[in-house]
């Protein structure tokens, strides 16, 4: 059995936590991707809570429940700043337990931001999923006037993301277009350029990056090519890298027909790190 809870950050974002009713062998952090929420993680965090891991997820600014302009981060700073208060707050509740980060697509880029800078709290290891860490969705003129648009039309639309890419599974995209805290409009000025910037950055910073890692991602993603996983595979300093590309599968490799496969083997490596 899990027990689901709701909760909040001091910015007033909202967090939500899924906590096994046995004994708590880790906690999880999880960090989702671009228009989406924590709450599509449900099922995630359930798998997870059948291991023994407590989920700790919150909604970044402007997704889900938290408030903001729909889509616009704000900042990466920012956003970031609410994975650690998370982090904080999930260390408290579980003293004594391995943390561990598992962020997904534009997830996958705030965790790596996050990891690479001064986590307040101790992390085990992180599973990185589809993060974006590739500039190939956007063409190189959207690129190069992204952080003007970024500063004077911070919640222009700049650049349309196809649903039907996140999975192969036809009821998760109709659940994914159905659900009313997701967006489906175009991308976001502001959210764009904090993720060209944090992209252009990110092979420096990896270096810095020496904990256990998973990386994982689909064969057949059209939104975040493999090769950004690769980037990260190759670019970090961190001697445990395990790195997974599952062929044929689409954006959202938990969301596929081999989610359970998936899943298992995320909880297998954080029984291996742990």
Wanted: charged share 15%.
């Amino acid at each position: 059995m899990t027990t689901h809870t709701d909760g909040h950050l001091s910015t007033g974002q909202h967090r939500q936590t899924w906590t096994p009713d046995g004994d708590v062998v880790g906690v999880v952090v999880l960090v989702h991707g671009l228009h989406e929420h924590a709450g599509r993680y449900a099922h995630v965090a359930e798998r997870l809570a059948r291991s023994g891991y407590a989920t700790w997820a919150p909604d970044h600014p402007g997704h889900g429940r938290s408030p903001g302009s729909r889509g616009n981060i704000g900042s990466l700073a920012t956003t970031v700043a609410g994975v650690d208060e998370t982090a904080q707050q999930a260390a408290a509740a579980h003293p004594g337990v391995p943390l561990f980060v598992y962020g997904h697509s534009m997830g996958g880029l705030v965790a790596a931001q996050y990891l690479t800078g001064t986590p307040s709290v101790p992390v085990r290891g992180a599973v990185l999923s589809a993060a974006a860490l590739d500039l190939a969705s956007a063409n190189p003129v959207q690129q190069k006037v992204a952080p003007l648009l970024g500063r004077l039309l911070p919640d222009l639309g700049v650049l349309t993301l196809d649903a039907d890419a996140v999975s192969r599974d036809p009821a998760v995209v109709a659940a994914y277009r159905a659900d009313p805290l997701n967006r489906m409009g175009k991308v976001r000025a502001r959210t764009g350029a904090e993720m060209i910037t944090a992209v252009a950055a990110m092979p420096a910073r990896l270096r810095r990056l020496t904990l256990p890692l998973l990386v994982v991602h689909g064969g057949a993603d059209r939104l975040v090519p493999p090769a950004a996983s690769e980037l990260v595979a190759t670019g970090t300093a961190s001697s445990d890298v395990t790195h997974t590309v599952y062929p044929g599968l689409f954006h959202e490799p938990h969301n596929e027909p081999e989610r359970e496969q998936v899943l298992d083997d995320v909880v297998g490596w954080l029984d291996a790190h742990r």
